[in-house]
């Protein structure tokens, strides 16, 4: 997982990609969690809450780029 400030130094694209492969380990982990538990249910959270950060930063330079 990434702090913010590491978060906020990524360039555009390079969050585009991050978010991608997040999304992708995300149905991963579901579908072998459903298939048989993995050892770190947890991993699923705080790869969702990954997700929506990189969205979030997404979203906000998205917001910075109209004013």
Do not use: C, F
Request: net charge positive.
């Amino acid at each position: 997982m990434k702090n913010q400030a590491a978060i906020r130094e990524m360039s555009t694209a390079d969050l585009n990609d991050r978010l991608e492969q997040a999304r992708e380990q995300l149905v991963r982990m579901r579908v072998n969690h459903a298939v048989s538990p993995l050892e770190n249910p947890m991993q699923i959270r705080a790869t969702r809450k990954d997700i929506a950060r990189y969205l979030t930063e997404l979203r906000r330079r998205e917001l910075e780029g109209k004013k």
